[in-house]
């Protein structure tokens, strides 16, 4: 089973900001958590991960709580492309290198 | 750099035939995971391979079985094809390492069984 909880659906307007949440309140100390999305009939895409401090690349930024057990993936100016469905992922320690586990995700539909 | 390259990309066959499916990592990475998705639903693992040998199985039946080469490259077989097999079969290419491991994809290969 999935070890996050992410809703079920959001939407964006074109050019702002998607914030999109995610719950792992039973993550532990060596685990990472993981962003993916999928664009509709394609494989995954990585995003960005993050251990315990906020991370930012060329894609989004990831904000993980003080305690760990939540974390925020942003995307500072949503397109169209954006439009996905956004996997988050928690995984290390003895399953460091191992399989992923995706739950159903948040499917963002950016909007004109 | 090319990334994870899955062939064939589309693929029809019938119920009770044999499928092979084939990948290659991206440059630099030495493990490969295989998932299966089917319509609407999140990828599942089905296996992983690293120095040539089958290191971690999801909970799929004795049919699916696969390689992995000593170039890294990899196949999927699927024996026996039920109408259930139909999904995005998805190639994940990683490098082992004491950190993050993050896993790139590739654009999978869709299957159909008739």
């Known amino acids: 089973d999935a070890k996050t909880t992410q809703p079920t659906s959001m939407d964006c307007a074109e050019g702002r900001a998607a914030n999109l949440p995610c719950n792992h309140s039973t993550i532990s100390g060596n685990e990472y958590v993981y962003w993916y999305r999928q664009i509709h009939s394609q494989g995954p895409q990585y995003i960005i991960h993050g251990l315990k401090n906020n991370e930012t690349n060329e894609m989004a930024s990831l904000i993980i709580t003080e305690d760990r057990k939540s974390s925020t993936l942003i995307l500072p100016h949503a397109t169209l492309r954006d439009t996905a469905v956004y996997y988050c992922?928690?995984?290390?320690?003895?399953?460091?290198?191992?399989?992923?586990?995706f739950g159903q995700g948040t499917t963002l539909q950016v909007k004109p | 750099d090319a990334g994870v390259t899955q062939s064939p990309t589309h693929l029809i066959k019938t119920r009770g035939q044999q499928v092979t499916l084939r990948c290659s990592p991206k440059?630099?990475?030495?493990?490969v995971s295989w998932y299966q998705q089917a319509l609407g639903q999140g990828p599942q693992f089905i296996f992983q391979?690293?120095?040539?040998?089958?290191?971690q199985r999801g909970n799929f039946p004795d049919r699916f079985s696969g390689h992995q080469f000593p170039n890294y490259s990899s196949e999927l077989n699927v024996n026996a094809l039920l109408l259930g097999d139909s999904a995005l079969y998805l190639c994940?290419?990683?490098?082992?390492?004491?950190?993050?491991?993050?896993?790139?994809f590739g654009a999978g290969t869709r299957l159909s069984v008739l």
């Open positions: 992922i928690v995984r290390g320690g003895s399953s460091n290198t191992g399989k992923l586990i």
């Open positions: 391979y690293y120095e040539e040998e089958e290191r």
């Open positions: 440059s630099g990475h030495d493990t």
């Open positions: 994940a290419s990683s490098l082992r390492s004491q950190g993050a491991s993050i896993q790139y």
